[in-house]
């Protein structure tokens, strides 16, 4: 089994070599900062504020930033937007990373069974891949959402079942160009079941994609969960999310902006922030990139 592995050093070397190229990578720091701040204040910062987000003041209404203890201003109820936006941040960040998660599960099952094995199984996993995409994922998404019940857990069900083709496809041509490599040949030679060599041996090489993919992913589930809220399929109030919060500012726009540009800066800063690191990681992971 020694022969089919890497030594601890050469892992070692290539981890180095991989981080040190994404600590290069200014655009993708910035945004690993930026979404771990995120990330950071919308998990602790709820509790530092003096209202919740469910408090109502009739009496503070549209009460601009910067007015008092609102520091974000507050909403047509008097309700705090501080503790709204970072209380719906948990509800939007949970759904895109949870969405993630399964997407990628199950985009990487299909797509490793179908690159390994080949044949019909291929031509048939892959037909089901290419169906799903020839339907456009947001019609999918609002008809289930509009059939279904919008609950957070069944929106990032949703959500991962419109999403996990592309990492399928990814997956299955990374595959394909493996198994038919020296270290797999070997393993076979050995006895290894297929089970084995598509889970242990060509699926640790081909991580780098997939992790890729895994932050991209995120960034789609984040504006689609938004998506769907706003246009009032998703999330549900009172319990808050970014794309609902639009969804109740759209009528004051020329009133009280900034119901509408503060969850708006929100979700441009998780987005930007999760393609950044994407483009790090893809950078950071490319074997072109290593000099012989």
């Given at each position: 089994?020694?022969?089919?592995?890497?030594?601890?050093?050469?892992?070692h070397w290539w981890q180095s070599r991989v981080m040190r190229r994404f600590m290069s990578h200014r655009l993708a720091l910035l945004g690993l900062v930026m979404i771990s701040a995120l990330t950071l204040a919308c998990i602790i910062g709820p509790y530092l504020?003096?209202?919740?987000?469910?408090?109502?003041?009739?009496?503070?209404?549209?009460?601009?930033?910067?007015?008092?203890?609102?520091?974000?201003?507050?909403?047509?109820?008097?309700?705090?937007?501080?503790?709204?936006?970072?209380?719906?941040?948990?509800?939007?960040?949970?759904?895109?990373?949870?969405?993630?998660?399964?997407?990628?599960?199950?985009?990487?099952?299909?797509?490793?069974?179908?690159?390994?094995?080949?044949?019909?199984?291929?031509?048939?996993?892959?037909?089901?891949?290419?169906?799903?995409?020839?339907?456009?994922?947001?019609?999918?998404?609002?008809?289930?959402?509009?059939?279904?019940?919008?609950?957070?857990?069944?929106?990032?069900?949703?959500?991962?079942?419109?999403?996990?083709?592309?990492?399928?496809?990814?997956?299955?041509?990374?595959?394909?160009?493996?198994?038919?490599?020296?270290?797999?040949?070997?393993?076979?030679?050995?006895?290894?079941?297929?089970?084995?060599?598509?889970?242990?041996?060509?699926?640790?090489?081909?991580m780098g994609p997939i992790i890729v993919a895994a932050t991209l992913t995120v960034a789609r589930a984040i504006l689609l969960e938004a998506y769907v809220s706003f246009l009032g399929f998703g999330i549900q109030p009172p319990l808050p999310s970014w794309g609902?919060?639009?969804?109740?500012?759209?009528?004051?726009?020329?009133?009280?902006?900034?119901?509408?540009?503060?969850?708006?800066?929100?979700?441009?800063?998780?987005?930007?922030?999760?393609?950044?690191?994407?483009?790090?990681?893809?950078?950071?992971?490319?074997?072109?990139?290593?000099?012989?």
């Amino acid at each position: 089994m020694t022969a089919l592995t890497a030594t601890p050093s050469a892992n070692h070397w290539w981890q180095s070599r991989v981080m040190r190229r994404f600590m290069s990578h200014r655009l993708a720091l910035l945004g690993l900062v930026m979404i771990s701040a995120l990330t950071l204040a919308c998990i602790i910062g709820p509790y530092l504020l003096p209202y919740d987000s469910l408090h109502i003041d009739l009496r503070a209404r549209f009460a601009p930033p910067m007015t008092g203890d609102h520091y974000l201003g507050t909403d047509p109820l008097g309700r705090d937007i501080a503790a709204r936006l970072l209380m719906a941040g948990r509800v939007s960040l949970l759904v895109g990373f949870i969405a993630m998660v399964l997407a990628i599960f199950v985009g990487t099952l299909v797509g490793v069974i179908a690159g390994y094995r080949g044949g019909w199984l291929n031509a048939v996993l892959m037909r089901t891949v290419d169906g799903f995409l020839s339907y456009p994922s947001i019609f999918l998404l609002l008809a289930l959402s509009a059939a279904l019940r919008p609950s957070p857990m069944m929106i990032t069900i949703i959500i991962a079942l419109t999403g996990w083709m592309e990492v399928a496809r990814i997956v299955e041509a990374e595959v394909r160009s493996l198994k038919e490599r020296e270290f797999v040949l070997a393993g076979r030679m050995l006895g290894l079941s297929g089970t084995h060599i598509m889970f242990r041996e060509i699926l640790p090489n081909v991580m780098g994609p997939i992790i890729v993919a895994a932050t991209l992913t995120v960034a789609r589930a984040i504006l689609l969960e938004a998506y769907v809220s706003f246009l009032g399929f998703g999330i549900q109030p009172p319990l808050p999310s970014w794309g609902n919060m639009l969804n109740g500012a759209q009528q004051y726009l020329a009133t009280a902006p900034w119901l509408a540009i503060i969850p708006g800066i929100a979700i441009t800063i998780a987005v930007t922030s999760f393609n950044f690191i994407g483009d790090g990681l893809r950078d950071a992971l490319d074997v072109r990139n290593d000099t012989v």
